[in-house]
């Protein structure tokens, strides 16, 4: 099982993929099921086969129509370039019901010539009447639905983030609980000159291309993205049997060096290279739904308070990343990082210091362990 957890986090739009697959497999199991209940046996014949209904029919239809519609949504429309929303949906409702079409045409084609022997023109001729009959039509209806549904739970899933959606769901944290994390604190440097001197619509361009790879870099690594503020993210790690405090310098180790390795793409479209600032601070939290209306997850405690401070305070000193005496403790010696001592600090309304360090990369990030 956490083996399973590990590849969804690692290839996410994989798993979304095979959700949306295996969904539309059972979906029109569970269509036949309850639409096929009472009717005797002859009439599906008429419909599906010769000889006795088989699962087979609407098993390889899901599948199939499943695969064209993650195509569709991971391949095609995320290219398409249309704001206009009434012709978004018109290209998306012209698509899909291609895609059923096509797709319960050709299995029921291939499975009626070569499965079970039929000659093309008696099947097709079958086909055919079956698609003007009001059971072909309310079959679309639920797919179509079956689509919708899908696909709102794979939004809630990327909102929410992996995991979190199941526990939302479970009312998990209805009531406050405390856990133990790790959380890091992403803030781009000189935001506010490079949002005057690019414009908003290309900084907020640039910000979102920034924030999905760190959004891909956090589900590698066994992180969630807690929220977006502005031009700050946070990433927080349950401390579980699976972290390690690797994990978030891995993390932003390879974040940095992707920009790195992009600097003339990212000077030659956004006339800049940009440049972030991280602090790593963990402990205990409590953890709650806040809201009513709109309900939002909410870290409450010292921890959060001491990590925006931890990177306000780096940011002054000139430090790319600086970590807390309780992320240090957990780091092991590496040859692609060190850690420096930087100072104590004393933050507001706390009467004992909280030590800083930095840590200095060195090499690549292939080699952390």
Do not use: C
């Not at 195509?71 to 995320?78: D, W």
């Not at 039509?137 to 939004?155: C, K």
């Not at 963990?282 to 001491?306: C, F, Q, S, W």
């Not at 970590?323 to 004992?352: A, C, H, M, R, W």
């Amino acid at each position: 099982m956490n083996r399973i957890r590990a590849l969804a986090r690692e290839y996410p739009e994989w798993t979304d993929a095979v959700i949306l697959i295996i969904g539309f497999a059972l979906g029109a199991n569970l269509f036949i099921f309850f639409k096929m209940s009472g009717l005797n046996e002859r009439y599906m014949e008429t419909i599906f086969d010769s000889y006795r209904f088989h699962w087979i029919t609407p098993t390889i239809a899901g599948l199939v129509i499943g695969t064209g519609f993650a195509i569709l949504e991971f391949n095609v429309f995320p290219k398409l370039k249309i704001r206009q929303l009434g012709l978004l949906f018109l290209i998306r409702l012209i698509s899909f019901t291609l895609v059923i079409v096509v797709s319960i045409f050709a299995v029921q084609t291939i499975i009626g010539t070569i499965l079970q022997g039929h000659p093309l023109r008696s099947t097709v001729r079958l086909i055919s009447h079956f698609m003007e009959t009001g059971l072909f039509f309310s079959l679309y209806v639920y797919l179509m639905i079956l689509g919708g549904v899908l696909n709102f739970f794979r939004a809630m899933g990327n909102r929410f983030g992996p995991g979190l959606l199941l526990n939302y769901i479970s009312g998990k944290y209805n009531q406050p609980i405390e856990e133990n994390r790790v959380f890091m604190f992403l803030d781009l440097n000189d935001s506010t000159t490079l949002a005057e001197d690019m414009g908003h619509e290309k900084y907020s361009r640039m910000l979102n291309e920034l924030f999905s790879t760190v959004a891909k870099l956090a589900a590698e690594h066994n992180g969630e993205i807690y929220q977006y503020v502005g031009d700050e993210a946070v990433i927080t790690w349950l401390i579980d049997e699976e972290f390690r405090f690797t994990n978030p310098v891995r993390l932003y180790q390879q974040f940095r060096e992707s920009i790195q390795a992009q600097t003339d793409r990212y000077k030659a479209e956004y006339q800049t290279v940009p440049g972030f600032n991280a602090s790593i601070h963990g402990g205990p939290v409590i953890v709650t739904e806040m809201g009513h209306r709109r309900k939002e997850l909410a870290y409450h405690g010292d921890v959060m308070n001491t990590a925006s401070r931890l990177l306000d305070r780096g940011s002054e000193l000139g430090k790319e990343l600086v970590i807390s005496s309780f992320s240090k403790g957990g780091l092991p010696d590496s040859e692609t990082y060190q850690v420096e001592f930087v100072e104590n600090l004393v933050l507001k309304g706390k009467k004992t210091e909280t030590e800083i360090y930095e840590v200095i990369f060195m090499h690549s990030a292939e080699k952390v362990t």
